[in-house]
Each structure stands twice: as C-alpha cells, then as structure tokens.
C-alpha cells in the first residue's frame, strides 16, 4: 500500500488479532464516508466501488436517509411484533406497492428473508398445492449466492461456502443457471419453487441468455410452481430498473430482498408475494425479534420513497451505458470480458497479468474500493449517486493498473 499510511497497519493488525478470519479484507481502515467516498483513519479518500455489495445504492449517509433515521431514533426504536407500532403498516404498503404484491414480510438480513422465502414455499407447496409431508423440493442454480445459513449453503455449488458445514439440508435440486431444459427435467410434483437470483453477483455479475427468465416465468406457471426471485444483490436500482426481471418484463411470484432496502444504515430484508402465498403462514410459524421494528420501517419507507421517484433507476441506467462503453475498450486491453447491467459489472483481469486481489489493492492504492470475487473477476458496483467524471475517473485507475 502507499507509503504515508500511519495508522493503518496497526489498526488492520489489531482487528485481525481479535475477530475471526472468515473475512481477508483490504488493508483500508475506514472511518467516515459521504455519497460515493469514503475516508480512512489516515485521512485518505476513496471512491467505494463496491457500495456494501449494493447496500449502499443511495450513496453514504443519504441526506434523506439519515434524517429518516435520526427523527425515528427520536422517537421510538424497538417494539418487537408482539405489538403493533406506528411505521410498520406505512412501510408494509410502500413496498408492497412497489413490488405490485398484496402483502411483504420483514426481516433483518438476507439470509433471512431466503430463509423465509425457503419457508413460504414449502408450506404452500403442502398446503395449496397438496405435495405429500416432507417431499417438497425447490430447484436453484449452479452458482448460487444465497447467503450463509446451513440451509442455504446446503445448495451452495461453492466449496468454500459449503465445505465442513453439513449435514446438508434435503429438498433441493442444482441445474445450470441458463439452462431452460436443465430446469424443465428438475421439475416434477413434489416441485415447490424456482429459487433464483435473475442477475447472480457474487458467480462475477452473470446475466443469463435472453429469454432465460420469461422461460423460467413460463414453466414455474405451467407447472404450477412459485418462481422466487432473489433480489436482494439486483434489486432497487442497482441495474437501471427497480428490480433486474424488470428488464425482462418478468413478474415473479416472490420478490426476496435485502441490502439497500436498510438504505445503508440498519439491516433491512423482505419478502413480498400476494395473498395465496403469504397468506399460508400463521402466528406463531415464522418471526424475528428485529423484523420490521420501526427504525428499520422508517428508513426503509424512505428508501421505497427514493425509489418511487425513479432517478436513482435512471442514472443507474444512464452512468451504467457510459460504464460498459468504458470498460468494454478495455477488453483485449487487459481485460478478457466484461458483464452486467446498470451500474454493476463483473470484469475479469486478464490471469496472465494479475489476481483479482492484487487488481484491488492496486486500485485501493489509487483511491478505488473494489472487490475481487472468484480468481480473477472483479465486481464493479458503485453507489447510484456515483458522478459521470468520478466513473471516468476510476476507470482510468482500472486502465492504468492493467
Ligand atoms: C443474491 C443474494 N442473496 C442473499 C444474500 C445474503 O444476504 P445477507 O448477507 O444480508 O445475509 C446476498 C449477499 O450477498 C446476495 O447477494
């Protein structure tokens, strides 16, 4: 890293000497952040290109978002759902209106809101759709990222994430992400869901083949199956439209979201589907102490408000065209593809040149936070109210590193 850091070293030190290693962060040290930028402990400024893995599409420390925040600090903080309290039915119906659902069920993390979704499904698929006790099965995609609980890593095609954590979780069946044959055999009676990411983020930004999703939306009707759309890492604006099926006029049967619905402040995650689906669950069958308490609901309500005025789908849409035409001229150039949408993109480094790990402590060495997934593929995602010369600017950073 650059020669000038004082601190740095031995705060990076002392966090690695007291918490688990289940984490290989950059040697960056943050302490305070705005919009696109965030500062460290040594006074260095950085564009953040990763924006909390898209928790933090509305930039840091949204002007909006924090007022939200502070009055609801002001006020009231945590009620749990034994009781109900003033934000939640507001925050309920803006989503749900969002989503075009009847109904949403709030959670924390998106874990969570996977699990629940995961929950959901097998209990419509006993209790509507009549598959015997115990048999259901919800086919997902190779490539998966769902999230981290042992359920969820037991259809992870990732070693790492699954690795030493069974015994596995049953009911769930792998086929090819793209593969609509693949998907058609997986499907028989005892099929409860498609659980899918429409963009997967953390497989490098992989979009499937046109034509993929509404094929997906075509056999889960056919076949009477609920097509669960994870949405958590695609979702709220991230790839120029509210959610990525949008860009394929697809309509799934459940929205899962998560990250920036918590507006970068507090974990914010959610379900939404209509009535003959959400409505299979009882008191007392599903819940979380934290789910939809009302500091949560009044950030997040304001989030869904940001949303409704479609800029930040806009210039999400806009910056991201000027991205991809910047990126794509890198390709042959130290690059060997780039993918994505909107604001996001997944970008392999050329392997004779460099890891994607040594690409991002270089960038970080020149003011761009970004972070290398597999090998070397780097995600690009910056917040939405990134600046067109500050994306102009990071890409000559890239092209200078390569
Ligand atoms: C598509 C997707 N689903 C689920 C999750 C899990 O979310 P969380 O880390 O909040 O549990 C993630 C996190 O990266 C994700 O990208």
Redo the contacts with the bound molecule.
């Keep these: 890293m650059v020669d000038d850091l004082v601190r740095t070293p031995a705060a990076v030190a002392e966090a690695e000497r007291w918490t688990a290693h289940n984490y290989h962060p950059l040697p960056v040290v943050i302490s305070s952040a705005a919009g696109a930028w965030v500062t460290d402990i040594d006074g260095k400024r950085y564009l953040d290109c990763l924006a909390g893995?898209s928790a933090l599409n509305f930039g840091h420390r949204h002007p909006a978002l924090i007022a939200a925040a502070h009055a609801q600090l002001d006020r009231l903080t945590l009620t749990s759902r034994a009781f109900v309290h003033d934000q939640f039915a507001a925050f309920c119906r803006a989503l749900a209106e969002l989503c075009g659902k009847d109904l949403v069920l709030p959670m924390n993390?998106?874990?969570?809101a996977?699990e629940t979704a995961i929950k959901v499904a097998r209990k419509w698929g006993y209790r509507v759709k009549g598959v015997p006790h115990d048999k259901a099965t919800i086919v997902v995609a190779e490539g998966n990222?769902?999230?981290?609980t042992t359920t969820i890593v037991s259809f992870s095609t990732d070693p790492d994430a699954r690795a030493d954590f069974g015994p596995y979780t049953p009911g769930f069946k792998v086929v090819p992400y793209g593969d609509l044959a693949a998907l058609e055999a997986a499907i028989d009676e005892t099929t409860v869901a498609v659980l899918l990411?429409p963009i997967q983020?953390?497989q490098g930004v992989i979009v499937p083949p046109e034509g993929y999703l509404p094929g997906v939306r075509a056999l889960c009707t056919e076949n009477r199956v609920l097509f669960v759309a994870?949405e958590?890492?695609?979702g709220l604006g991230r790839t120029g439209t509210t959610f990525a099926c949008d860009h394929e006029g697809v309509v799934p049967d459940m929205y899962?979201l998560?990250?920036a619905l918590g507006g970068g402040i507090v974990?914010v995650?959610a379900v939404a589907a209509d009535q003959d689906v959400l409505g299979v669950l009882r008191p007392g069958e599903h819940g979380s102490t934290f789910g939809g308490n009302p500091l949560a609901c009044a950030v997040a309500t304001e989030v869904v408000g940001l949303l409704k005025t479609g800029e930040f789908q806009r210039r999400s849409a806009e910056l991201g065209a000027r991205l991809h035409a910047d990126l794509g001229a890198l390709v042959g150039h130290g690059l060997l593809a780039v993918r994505g949408r909107g604001l996001w993109a997944g970008i392999d480094i050329d392997p004779a040149l460099m890891t994607g790990r040594a690409a991002c402590e270089r960038l970080a060495e020149r003011g761009v936070l970004a972070k290398d997934t597999h090998g070397s593929t780097i995600r690009l995602a910056p917040p939405l109210v990134v600046e067109p010369a500050e994306l102009d600017w990071a890409v000559e950073q890239l092209a200078a590193i390569l």
């Design positions: 893995y993390t998106g874990a969570e996977v990222f769902h999230g981290r990411e983020g953390e994870d958590i890492q695609s899962v998560g990250k974990p995650s």
